[in-house]
């Protein structure tokens, strides 16, 4: 694990910018390791125009965490296959349910209605194969992000916190960030980590790092 006060980047813009120079080195590489989803389309960034992107907030006025916009500023085609915008180019986030709906289908959504309300603004990420990586607009912690969930249906539904922010998610996915996962929630107890996790816990699940069926 990277240490804080090593004077390298851990969070926020700094680690997404170390992101986007390992990036930079072959764009058309595959995200995962496991299924080829490339960083970049095409293996050349469109990022998103700069007027737009300084004006833009989600639909329910939150800001845009600097992560995302730190990558958007680089590339937008990561999000646009992941459906985060509607045909007009506007952010079109979706309910947990709808999204687990969509991804896995209508009776493993119908499940996740319960616990809608508290998530009812998500962006799909890459990753996972039953489950799903899932950006939640929720309260945003010290860093000013928001929390990555997985969302898996293998034995019983459960949503949890996996990462604390989009930032971490990224440095992770591109193995800047070494964290062995031996659960879902095992950042809870992250030394670099902990502490934003812990909020979004407090924000978000009630204290708890997750909500398992029955919810």
Known sequence: MVAEGAGIAVHGVGLVERVIAEVRRDPGASALSYRDVPWVDGGVARPMDAEVLAAAVFPSGRPLPPSVRTWLAYDASLFERHEWFDDDGDFAPRALDELVADELGDMWGELFEPVAARLGECFLLP?????????????????????VLA??????????LMYPGFDVYLGNTAGLVAHEFETYTGMMDDPVYARRMHRHAARTFGGESCFEYPF
């Open 151 to 160: 969302v898996d249906v293998d034995d019983l539904p459960f949503v949890g």
């Open 127 to 147: 990753g996972g194969s039953d489950s799903r990586r899932i950006l939640a607009v929720t309260e945003p912690d010290q860093e000013g992000e928001y929390p």
